[in-house]
């Protein structure tokens, strides 16, 4: 294991992460990707969702998942089957560092019955992405750095039905930014990292 992984993989198993499972049932599992050769250059790999005017969710930033399967036997099954579905990266099991908190979806600002689990893996292999287009337009990765730069920060424009909410969100070079869960779900690890990048 190579000094960058065990330090990444003490940081994230510091605390346990918030579990939901004993009080949601139903959940998706995503997996938050991380590559580089040291901390200051390290990068996180997001999908943008492909666009389709069926779809409420069409060209938003996220992490590559899903929901879990019948024949997923664990939550990390369905996170790595996911992104081998959705972007045709395969992680392996020993890439795996650890979880962050569960969080609950909302809608404008409701709490729903449903939550996220994050997985967070980090690699240091080249990947041939494989784009399944019906579900995603594009695979990238964006520094660290970049995420963290003030002059990212933004606001997204939330417009559902007769709720208007003005959203915290992080400009990465696409349209629209990035906000919502994985808003969150970046901060989140931001936070954990923040105690070894500093």
């Not at 993989?9 to 995503?30: E, F, G, K, W």
């Not at 969702?49 to 930033?61: C, I, K, T, V, Y």
């Not at 650890?98 to 240091?124: C, E, H, S, W």
């Amino acid at each position: 294991m190579s000094s960058l992984k065990e330090s990444l993989y003490s940081v994230i198993n510091v605390t346990m992460p918030v579990d939901l499972s004993t009080q949601l049932d139903r959940h998706a599992c995503v997996a938050l990707i991380l590559r580089g050769d040291s901390w200051d250059n390290l990068e996180l790999g997001y999908i943008q969702r492909a666009f389709s005017e069926s779809d409420r969710w069409s060209g938003q930033l996220a992490f590559p998942g899903g929901k879990r399967e019948e024949h997923d036997k664990t939550d990390l099954d369905a996170a790595l089957r996911e992104t081998l579905e959705e972007v045709g990266i395969e992680l392996a099991n020993p890439e795996l560092l650890g979880r962050l908190n569960d969080i609950q979806a909302r809608k404008a600002g409701t709490m729903l019955d449903f939550y996220i689990r994050p997985f967070v893996f980090f690699t240091q292999r080249e990947f041939n992405v494989v784009l399944d287009r019906t579900e995603v337009a594009d695979f990238f990765w964006i520094p660290l750095k970049e995420i963290q730069n003030p002059q990212r920060r933004t606001t997204y424009r939330l417009q559902r039905e007769s709720v208007s909410l003005e959203l915290p969100a992080i400009h990465l070079d696409r349209d629209p930014p990035l906000w919502g869960l994985s808003y969150m779900m970046t901060l989140n690890l931001l936070e954990v990292l923040a105690v070894a990048i500093k």
